[in-house]
């Protein structure tokens, strides 16, 4: 069965970190551009960073820009997203999602218009920032 698996979320303070995990299983993510993707309450879901298949180029949303990174272990099969410097307005549930795409223009497509390659979602994590 073909699944990613989000963890890692939970409370944490403004300025505090936390590291999430996106495990796949049933494939390999070799050849996938993966991304982290949020949704905050009321709010339409959006990109925060994702990472191609070919040469590891990133991209970041700008709200997170210097704060998140974005990271990829083939041999684990598993993407990560530490997050640090964390702001209220980062509280949400992310979402990690996958895509067979080659290029570094599709997967910063992907990043920016998810709703045009993403149907379905996971359970994903909850990230609260709160004091």
């Known amino acids: 069965q073909v699944q990613l698996v989000e963890s890692g979320g939970g409370l944490v303070q403004p300025g505090g970190s936390l590291r999430l995990f996106c495990a796949a299983s049933?494939?390999?993510?070799?050849?996938?551009?993966i991304g982290w993707f949020r949704q905050a309450p009321g709010k339409e879901r959006e990109g925060v960073s994702c990472?191609?298949?070919?040469?590891?180029?990133?991209y970041y949303a700008d709200s997170v820009k210097g704060r998140f990174t974005i990271s990829k272990d083939n041999a684990e099969n598993t993407v990560y997203l530490q997050m640090d410097s964390l702001k209220p307005e980062d509280t949400a549930v992310y979402y990690c999602?996958?895509?067979?795409?080659?290029?570094?223009?599709?997967?910063?497509?992907?990043?920016?218009?998810?709703?045009?390659?993403?149907?379905?979602w996971g359970q994903g994590t909850q990230v609260t920032v709160s004091s």
């Open positions: 999602a996958a895509k067979l795409i080659a290029t570094v223009q599709g997967m910063q497509a992907m990043c920016v218009m998810p709703r045009k390659f993403f149907g379905s």
């Open positions: 049933g494939f390999t993510l070799d050849y996938y551009a």
């Open positions: 990472i191609s298949s070919n040469d590891g180029s990133t």
